[in-house]
Nanobody, 123 residues
Framework: QVQLVESGGGLVEAGDSLRLSCAASGRTANRYIMGWFRQAPGKEREFVAAHSWGSGTTWYGDSVKGRFTTSRDDAKNMLYIQMNTLKPEDTAVYYC????????????????WGQGTQVTVSS
């Protein structure tokens, strides 16, 4: 079992940076691949990034590649996503997830989800 809690969202201006955190708890948290997804009103849930806790492998969605970077703190069981050069189109609720059983870019493959944190980027 894994419990996930996101934090760090807020209102920023275009071009600003923001770092989101995902606190993972549970004895087997380090055995999962962690994913970041986002969902804006009227849009489908979109893959943002994923990180393999065990191997360190990282994946990024095309829309954020070069701007967003994931990192982790093993001692704290924390996963981060550093979001730079934010754009209005980055506005969404951001979720962290743990899994998956399948494609790391497919939200349906993940077993556990956090509650989400709102990121709003003004123009």
């Amino acid at each position: 079992q894994v419990q996930l809690v996101e934090s760090g969202g807020g209102l920023v201006e275009a071009g600003d940076s923001l770092r989101l955190s995902c606190a993972a708890s549970g004895r087997t948290a380090n055995r999962y691949i962690m994913g970041w997804f986002r969902q804006a009103p009227g849009k489908e849930r979109e893959f943002v990034a994923a990180h393999s806790w065990g191997s360190g492998t990282t994946w990024y969605g095309d829309s954020v590649k070069g701007r967003f970077t994931t990192s982790r703190d093993d001692a704290k069981n924390m996963l981060y996503i550093q979001m730079n050069t934010l754009k209005p189109e980055d506005t969404a609720v951001y979720y962290c997830a743990a899994g998956p059983r399948g494609d790391v870019k497919d939200y349906a493959a993940y077993n556990y989800w956090g509650q989400g944190t709102q990121v709003t980027v003004s123009s």
